[in-house]
């Protein structure tokens, strides 16, 4: 839902809002609501029904999170992750969303809720997806995110656009590294697009050209949970919606929405585990997701490298214009002048080169840092692992 | 220290080695270690007395924390500001630190202990202090992002370079929010400079102009901690560096070391308070903090509406120079045609302005965003104080 471009904005909004109004949710973790004017007015309509919610703002448009619930929420934090592409690429706005992931605490007859809801970065080629560093850096800090707030939670549930399939490395890095399971796989009963899909090729919005090698679509939308301490979560039901509902021409949004029943109960003795896969395996998904980011690293140290190189050139340039000026005011240069015109933009073309190569170089200096914090981190895991298996 | 910068900052991270190395603490929480390189050294140098370690990598330069310990480190976190200054103010590079929280957990004696370490925003002029409201962003994201992550900690620490003096109203939030103690006014024994001063007059390093109303110096340096659960946590001893050590004609830093001793027994009864301040008088801290935080709201807002002007008159006179070149090419303009090199001159600045004027209007969109949301959550956390006294 962004302001001016996206397409029956306000009407899809107000669906949306209906929908909620009707189904009468527990909890509503919404993404890509950018525009806060929608939020306000989803807030206003929904009022009755859910008169809790909270709006997470961060970077320049905003993170497009919010919740909205029927039960007090005690407590929020927001998570801005540190590596979220590139400002230079205008065409994928991400960078300028400040994605995050928001935290929100409520507590529902005695049982403490920790409840995260997010978005990472799409993927806009899957065959040579730039930024999976990225998003694989924003799994690992979701993953730590979750593991050093949820200590005194009884139940997490995560909620989001995950924009990552199942079987990607990072969503298995997710779960394996915060034992969270996947509503979808746990449901006892589903109803909805199939194979749980969230992106599909019939609805209008998507587009259909990226959904060729997957002809039903895929699931990229989760809701993930686990309770720990002395409590049991089970998935009674996984529903998604199905384009359009009836009476409507234009489906909610471009994701189809994931809607889960779940029935926790308090367990007579505490369950131990709180990481569901093997450890052995576990360790096998982290050297994945470190060699990915070890490749970003590298993409990220010649970049900086190039813009360093070309900030230098520039600056170069520059100083032989001086020179060469400062030859002709003092009178030493007997030969032609140089054109004044053709001097100045030579001037002002290397300025800005010189600015924008030192942005660029700055910039790329910070995804080094982080890409290179994140990898060492993994580092950290895989020993500790090894070491304690 | 600062690499090309500091003076003799070589031999004084050897000294700082020196001393740690002598001293044989449990636990090293440094700040300003600006180069990766000096840590590393550091890391060689105490090896043997503190065989773990971890450093902070943040921002363009990074974020100059680092820890070193005779206990391993099982987990680290790192947490960097939303706000820290501003890019274009190069003299004060706080920006290009990217300024954070650094979060490890050790465990003692079956203790867990959360230990933070953090550098605020400096102040650099405390008569007109425009990065007030930052700090205050800084001091409350340390507060919730320690209340969020320490709850399954036995014991939490807080040491770092705060740029708030006791009585501040940030420090009063951060110990009132998440109910830290302050080891300098719980110490039963202190040694080291008057009244606890970390930055003093008599340091060859520190801008004296600057500490003329205060003569003593100021304490903005801190040990900051509390019990949680079943233990009892008192300062025994603190200690503070007095200047240079004997036989050295240097001192270690600009600020004077802080050091504790802390001793923590286990007790019989669960305490269930954890926040020290009554609520009442937190509701105060707040509220004033809160209206601190909207005079920068109102700043950034004007701001970023000076610098969206700006970018809209730069767009025109763009539009009216294309205008006027494409009249000329049109053969339509009859008169003197104007002068090439001024006419280009004043193109490039328009595109100069133009680009300057997005990127300023972008970064306080950004910075409104977050006071804004900083404002509510005070907001709504006053409103619980309220209702739930």
Known sequence: AIRYLSKRRQERIRFVGDLLRQEDFDLVLLQEVWSE???SDLKVKLGACYPFSHYFRSGVIGSGLCVFSRFPILDTLLYQYSLNGYPYMLQHGDWFCGKSVGL????ISGIIFN???THLHAEYCREKDAYLPHRLVQAWELAQFIRHTSKAADVVLLGGDLNMHPEDVGIRLLRGW????????????FEGCEDG?????NNCFTDKSELLPFPLGIRIDYILYKAISSFMIKCEELK??????PGMDVPFSDHEAVMATLHIQRQGQAAGA????GEPMLADVVTEARTEVGVGLQAAQQQRYSSGRMALLALLLLLLQAMAALGVLAGLDAGQPFPKLSFCLLAFLAIGILLLATGLHLFHTMEVKMLHSTEEQMRMVLQML???P
């Open 115 to 117: 409840i995260y809801v």
């Open 240 to 245: 998604t919606t199905t384009g359009a509902a």
């Open 178 to 189: 915060t034992g969270l399971q996947d509503a979808f796989a746990e449901a006892a009963h």
């Open 386 to 388: 090894q070491e304690h």
């Open 197 to 201: 899909c969230t992106l599909v090729p």
């Open 37 to 39: 004017r929608d939020y």
């Open 274 to 277: 709180t990481l569901a896969t």
């Open 104 to 107: 929100v605490i409520i507590k």
